[in-house]
């Protein structure tokens, strides 16, 4: 019995052991992992004036802008490094006269909130800024003001 305990024993550590390292072997792991950025003109009322978005990072520079009508979006990919740090995606939004920079993506902040399959949404509406990690539930992060 003995015998059989210490077998078990061994071969569900060498199960964990195995399960580690191909994690560890995943390409993840190697070069980061992937988030998709992704920011939706939520408005119910702008047909006429669109809102602009412009967004950039410092390791990445400038990813450009649009001009999003209603239910348009800008997306882009993200990568974090081996440590899984990754830039910082500062994007400025512009409403007729209002403009607000707010931090699209930001691995610390979104490493985890993003959920598993990465996603990070922003939806852009008249009174906010709600983000969302499966475009189903979306939560209010902060206002224009």
């Known amino acids: 019995m003995k015998l059989l305990a210490g077998f078990l024993l ?3 550590s060498l199960s964990l052991c195995c399960l580690f390292l191909s994690k560890l072997l995943e390409p993840e792991y190697f070069y980061g992992a992937e988030f998709d950025v ?18 950039s990072s410092d390791d990445h520079g400038d990813i450009g802008g649009r001009a999003l009508q209603e239910g348009d979006d800008f997306s882009w ?11 910082r995606f500062l994007c400025t939004v512009k409403w007729d006269s209002t403009r607000k920079r707010f931090d699209a993506f930001e ?39």
Request: net charge positive; hydrophobic share 40%.
């Open 77 to 87: 990919a993200v990568r974090s490094n081996f440590w899984g740090a990754a830039a």
């Open 38 to 55: 992704r920011v939706i003109n939520g408005f119910s009322t702008n047909s006429s004036l669109p809102l602009v978005i412009w967004c």
């Open 107 to 145: 691995a610390e902040r979104d490493g985890h909130r993003c959920g598993p399959f990465r996603k990070c949404s922003w939806l852009v509406r008249e009174d906010g800024f709600y983000f969302s990690s499966d475009e189903v539930n979306w939560k209010k992060d902060f206002s224009w003001f």
């Open 10 to 12: 061994i071969s569900s």
